[in-house]
C-alpha cells in the first residue's frame, strides 16, 4: 500500500510559477514509478509528466519546456516544477505511484498505469 499526498497548489496569475509536492508513504517497494495528472471541470483527467524509478522523464505536449518533475528518493517525495503557467493549466493536480514495471515510458502519462493516488491540490492560474 503507498500513501500519497499531495501539496503546493495554489492561486497565480499567468506568468507565474508554483512547485507542486507529493510526499510518499507506506511502501516497501524498491522500484516506483510516479506522475502527475490534472482534471479540470468537465475534463478527463490527463497525464501530465512521469518520472521512472530510475530518473527517466517524459511530459504532455502541452507542458514541454514549462514542467519539470523531479524527485528525492531520501525524502519519498515526488515535485512538479510549473513555470509559465497559463490559465488553461487550471486543474486539480494529482499525483499517482505503480510498482510494477513499466514497458513504455510513454505508458506514465496514462491513468492505467497507476495504482496509487493522492486526493488533489488545486491550481488555478488567471488571466
Known amino acids: 500500500q503507498v500513501q500519497l499526498v499531495e501539496s503546493g497548489g495554489d492561486s497565480v496569475q499567468a506568468g507565474g510559477s508554483l512547485r507542486l509536492s507529493c510526499a510518499a508513504s507506506r511502501y516497501t517497494y524498491t522500484r516506483i514509478h510516479m506522475g502527475w495528472f490534472r482534471q479540470a471541470p468537465g475534463k478527463e483527467r490527463e497525464g501530465v509528466a512521469g518520472?521512472?524509478?530510475?530518473?527517466?522523464?517524459i511530459y504532455a505536449d502541452s507542458v514541454k519546456g514549462r514542467f519539470t518533475i523531479s524527485k528525492d528518493d531520501a525524502k519519498n517525495t515526488l515535485y512538479l516544477q510549473m513555470n509559465s503557467l497559463k490559465p488553461d493549466d487550471t486543474a486539480m493536480y494529482y499525483c499517482?505511484?505503480?510498482?510494477?514495471?513499466?514497458?513504455?515510458?510513454?505508458?506514465?502519462?496514462?491513468?492505467?498505469?497507476?495504482?496509487?493516488w493522492g486526493q488533489g491540490t488545486q491550481v488555478t492560474v488567471s488571466s
Open positions: 518520472i521512472t524509478s530510475d530518473g527517466t522523464t
Open positions: 499517482a505511484a505503480r510498482s510494477g514495471p513499466v514497458n513504455s515510458i510513454p505508458f506514465l502519462l496514462s491513468e492505467h498505469a497507476y495504482s496509487y
